[in-house]
C-alpha cells in the first residue's frame, strides 16, 4: 500500500511540474466566423507579431519591448504601435523610448519588399494597434526572461498563436492563459479591443442606497494574475459584488 501511495505522490509531483514549451502545441480554436474584412485584420495582426518577434533578435528592440511590462507596477498598461512608429524622432535619446523599434522596423521594410511591410504599417495606423503585457516580467525567472508575441485572434478570446525567437530562430506557439503563467507574453491588438476606456474615477464611484441600507462601492481598478475564465485576450474585466441583508 506504501509503495502504491508513493507512486500516486510521484504522479502528482511529475504534474505539477513547469510545463515545457512543445505542450503548448499550436492548434487555435475558433468560436466565431470571419468577415473578409476581420480576416484580413487577424492575417495582418499576425504579421505584426511575426515582425515584432523578429526584431527581438536585436538585443536593444527587445529590452524596449521589455520596458512595456518590466514590473508590476506598468504592467498591464497599453502602449500604442502606431504613435511609436509615427512618431518623429527625439533629439534627445532618452526620450525616445522606442528609437531602436522604430529605427528596426523601417530598416526591415527598405531591406525586403516594401508592399507587404506598407500594408502592415497601413492597418497598423487605421486600426491604432497597442501593445500590452498582461503579467509583469518580475513575474518569471531568469531563464524566461524572453518575449513570446501574440496577436489576438479576434475569434476567440482565449488562444492564439504566438511567436518568439529562440536561438536564432522564430518558433511558434500557442499561447493562452496556461502558457502566460509559464512565460512572459506581449500581445498585439486594435485599440479599439483593448478595453481602456473603463472609467476609473472613484471621486463619484460611491453611492448609498437609501432604501435597502446598502452601501454601493464602485472599484476602480482590480488587478490580479488568474483571469477568472473571462478570456486570456480580455485585457479589462468588469466585477460586480452584491450583498445585501442576510437573513
Keep these: 500500500m506504501k509503495n502504491f501511495n508513493l507512486l500516486i505522490l510521484l504522479v502528482f509531483v511529475l504534474c505539477s511540474c513547469s510545463k515545457d514549451p512543445n505542450d503548448f502545441a499550436v492548434e487555435e480554436q ?28 536585436v538585443s536593444e528592440v527587445e529590452e524596449e519591448l521589455k ?12 502602449f500604442s504601435l502606431k504613435d511609436i512608429l509615427t512618431q518623429e524622432p527625439i533629439l534627445k535619446s532618452t526620450e525616445d523610448r522606442f528609437a531602436n523599434l522604430r529605427a528596426c522596423f523601417y530598416k526591415n521594410r527598405d531591406l525586403k519588399s516594401a508592399s507587404p511591410i506598407d500594408s502592415l504599417l497601413s492597418s497598423i495606423i487605421d486600426y491604432d494597434y497597442v501593445m500590452w503585457m498582461p503579467y509583469p516580467l518580475e513575474w518569471y525567472p531568469d531563464d524566461r526572461q524572453f518575449l513570446t508575441i501574440v496577436s489576438h485572434p479576434l475569434d476567440n478570446e482565449v488562444e492564439g498563436i504566438g511567436y518568439r525567437w529562440i536561438n536564432g530562430k522564430l518558433e511558434e506557439v500557442l499561447v493562452n492563459d496556461d502558457y502566460n503563467e509559464e512565460y512572459p507574453v506581449l500581445i498585439v491588438t486594435p485599440k479599439y479591443l483593448a478595453g481602456d476606456d473603463l472609467n476609473l474615477n472613484l471621486s463619484s464611484s460611491l453611492k448609498s442606497s437609501v432604501g435597502d441600507e446598502v452601501l454601493q462601492v464602485r472599484i476602480g481598478e482590480f488587478r490580479t494574475k488568474s483571469k477568472f475564465g473571462t478570456g486570456f485576450f480580455k485585457k479589462n474585466v468588469a466585477f460586480e459584488i452584491h450583498r445585501g441583508k442576510g437573513r
Design 30 to 57: 475558433y468560436d466565431s466566423e470571419l468577415s473578409a474584412d476581420e480576416s484580413l485584420l487577424k492575417s495582418q495582426l499576425s504579421k505584426a507579431a511575426s515582425v515584432l518577434s523578429r526584431l527581438t533578435s
Design 67 to 78: 520596458s512595456i511590462g518590466s514590473t508590476f507596477e506598468i504592467a498591464d498598461s497599453s
